[in-house]
């Protein structure tokens, strides 16, 4: 291969970019699993607030039904707690909605960074298959420079031949 300034080997510029796109890839998975065990673990407990409350709700049904007389503070207590479990419930619910628009968002993000670094890595194989193209070319010139040379050599020993 001729002194064309060409490498033996492919060296992508942005190299640096890439990795820094891998690396960014790869924090924002760690958070997106972060948020979504979050979310996770606030929809277990929505889930056990909303179990206590339906629980609270049929003991107080089966109370009812059964038809024995209930003490009017034990009724007013029973309604106070069961509004409190209410709020609870509604809380949960709130912090578990937050937890998703915190999921929606990283996946978002994520999406991104994953847009981002396979734009770069496309761009890398594009330009390593002109520097392929490049490197051929090369070849076959400097194949072509010592054909022709070879060729020329010959022309002049058959002239030189030609004219002993």
Same mark, same amino acid.
């Given at each position: 291969? @001729?002194?064309? &300034?060409?490498?033996? /080997?492919?060296?992508?510029?942005?190299? @640096?970019?890439?990795?820094?796109?891998?690396?960014? #890839?790869?924090q924002?998975?760690?958070?997106?699993?972060?948020?979504?065990?979050?979310? =996770?673990?606030?929809?277990? #407990?929505?889930?056990?607030?909303? #179990?206590?409350?339906?629980?609270?709700?049929? *003991? +107080?049904?089966?109370?009812? @039904?059964? &038809?024995?007389?209930?003490?009017?503070? @034990?009724?007013?207590l029973?309604?106070?707690?069961? *509004?409190?479990?209410?709020? =609870?419930?509604?809380?949960?619910?709130?912090?578990?909605?937050?937890?998703?628009?915190?999921?929606?968002?990283?996946?978002?993000? +994520?999406?991104?960074?994953?847009?981002?670094?396979?734009?770069?890595?496309?761009?890398?194989?594009?330009? /390593?298959? +002109?520097?392929? /193209?490049?490197?051929? /070319?090369? *070849?076959?010139?400097?194949?072509?420079?010592?054909?022709s &040379?070879?060729?020329?050599?010959?022309?002049?020993?058959?002239?030189?031949?030609?004219?002993?």
């Amino acid at each position: 291969m @001729s002194q064309s &300034g060409k490498q033996k /080997r492919f060296k992508y510029r942005l190299e @640096s970019v890439l990795k820094a796109r891998e690396t960014k #890839k790869k924090q924002q998975q760690a958070t997106l699993s972060k948020a979504q065990r979050i979310q =996770a673990e606030e929809q277990r #407990k929505e889930e056990e607030i909303k #179990k206590f409350q339906a629980e609270k709700y049929m *003991e +107080l049904r089966t109370e009812l @039904s059964a &038809g024995e007389t209930v003490d009017f503070n @034990s009724l007013i207590l029973r309604k106070t707690h069961l *509004e409190r479990l209410a709020k =609870a419930v509604d809380e949960q619910i709130e912090t578990r909605e937050k937890a998703d628009a915190v999921v929606q968002t990283e996946q978002e993000k +994520l999406t991104y960074c994953t847009q981002a670094e396979k734009i770069i890595k496309k761009d890398k194989e594009n330009r /390593r298959t +002109l520097w392929k /193209r490049a490197v051929q /070319r090369e *070849e076959i010139k400097t194949i072509d420079d010592i054909a022709s &040379g070879q060729f020329v050599r010959k022309q002049q020993d058959q002239f030189i031949d030609e004219t002993d």
